[in-house]
């Protein structure tokens, strides 16, 4: 049964006149306000949200610590520059990072206001802190749309007639076990591909000559691939080999996403330098770039940052976030969710022959369509027909993968079990009626 979007359709219609087609349009709801995992819009529909503003609200829509926070802070003053004035908010936020994602003996931080503004500016750090410029990434990467963060993305559905790129960037195939490992198990794969890490010291670029190893432990908008536990520890070990700084991209798992603050928590993975956003402040701007603190202090006084460099609002939304994460420890409800999810697609995937794969950490878990049962056949048609159907439903899910062919599930994680039950319900039935059954 549809529902009514007379007033939604008009406002995407205003949205078309005015807005530059180059900004996405990734799923056709609207909002007039948002509470916990419902979203109401402007026709007064209520959705069950599974997006999560792309990963950001962990904590749930508008939870109601972050808004006195904010409400607080704005009473006092809004913008000093923390280059010019010192406040308080941006320290204790960088204190609170470094308690919960110690890098070694000592850890040091930095703020900014985007994901790809952390990234950039760890590359900055790493480059310093090696007297190095070559960048290693992976395919099927996504790092932000600034030019090196581009750069470093694979996709190009993201930087067509966008180049000259930033130079000294090398890629090697992601770890992806699902779509190559060619009946080969999981240690065989994994031997297989530090074999190639290796042999990119021979045939790609020299190791002396890489500053930094950039990774997503497991990847957002490449499709929820997680990098096999082996691979990650043999990485670790290449870039300790070589003097590499090994940096962690945890923008989209961070913050309980994975069932821990960090995915590389997960692996018992250390990275040298590491970058996060979206969920750390429920939706205000802001980002931070960790790391060893003599690692961090290796840049110039003035060579990173900006003027929005921790909003004193943002920092004070971060810091009541991490606060109530703790409080209702949503690390361990993230680990909940996850396996409520898991148990429900495991079991749809024996029904269903065009799911290739579930997979994933905690609950940043996707489902993955291809055709013929063939990994290296991916099927965007039918998980684009999917999103559509469940929109139409109530039902808010994003695509995801460099063929559009995976369903990610980013719900908030204060949802209810009988909200986030609704929501695979939907998800189910509507898999079920566009795709081939067993």
């Known amino acids: ?42 026709d007064g529909n209520e959705l069950i949200d599974f997006a999560g503003g792309i990963g950001v609200v962990n904590a749930g829509h508008c939870p109601e610590p972050v808004v006195a926070a904010i ?16 406040y308080e908010p941006y320290i204790k936020l960088c204190e609170e990072l470094a308690e919960i994602l110690p890098h070694g003996k000592k850890t040091k931080a930095m703020l900014v206001s985007t994901g790809a503004e952390a990234v950039e500016n760890a590359i900055k750090i790493a480059r310093q802190a090696t007297k190095r410029q070559g960048v290693l990434c992976f395919t099927d990467a996504y790092h932000g749309r600034t030019m090196m963060a581009m750069t470093l993305t694979s ?17 090697i195939p992601f770890p992806n076990f699902y779509r190559y490992s060619e009946g080969k198990s999981m240690d065989e794969f994994v031997e297989w591909k530090l074999k190639s890490l290796k042999a990119s010291e021979k045939n790609l670029v020299d190791p002396k000559s890489l500053a ?4 997503e432990p497991i990847q957002g908008e490449g499709g929820f691939n997680p990098v096999p536990q082996k691979y990650m520890e043999g ?15 945890e923008i989209q798992s961070g913050f309980a996403r994975t069932g821990n603050w960090a995915s590389w928590q997960n692996y018992g993975v250390t990275p040298d330098i590491s970058t996060y956003a979206k969920s750390m402040g429920s939706g205000l701007p802001i980002a931070a770039v960790l790391g060893r603190a003599e690692v961090m202090d290796a840049a110039a006084p003035g060579t990173i940052g900006g ?39 495991d079991a749809l995937k024996k029904k269903c022959t065009d799911i290739g794969d579930v997979r994933g950490q905690g609950a ?8 013929n049962g063939d990994p290296r056949q991916p099927n965007g048609e039918l998980c684009g027909a999917i999103v559509k159907a469940c929109a139409a439903r109530g039902l808010i899910i ?13 719900s908030p994680l204060v949802i209810t079990d009988e909200q986030l039950n609704a929501g695979l319900d939907i998800l189910e039935q509507e898999i079920l009626n566009n795709s081939k059954t067993k």
């Open 1 to 42: 049964m549809s529902i009514n979007l007379t007033k939604s359709q008009a406002l995407l219609e205003r949205r078309k006149n005015i807005v530059a087609n180059g900004v996405g349009v990734f799923n056709t709801a609207t909002v007039s306000e948002a509470h916990g995992a419902t979203v109401i819009d402007v």
């Open 71 to 86: 409400r607080e802070q704005a009473g006092k003053y809004l913008h000093t520059s923390f280059n010019v004035v010192t």
């Open 155 to 171: 996709k190009i559905d993201y930087k067509i007639d966008c180049g000259p790129f930033s130079p000294e960037v090398y890629r």
């Open 212 to 215: 930094a190893v950039i990774i």
């Open 235 to 249: 990485l670790r070990a290449f870039c300790d080999e070589h003097g590499i700084m090994l940096i962690i991209d």
């Open 307 to 345: 003027t929005y460099i921790g909003s004193p609002i943002s920092c004070v939304a971060a810091s009541a976030t991490i606060q109530y994460m703790k409080d209702i420890n949503l690390n361990k409800r993230g680990a909940e969710i996850g396996k409520i999810i898991t148990d429900r697609l």
């Open 364 to 371: 940043m878990i996707a489902i993955e369509f291809v055709k």
């Open 398 to 410: 994003l695509s995801a993968g460099t063929y559009k062919n995976v369903i990610r599930i980013l």
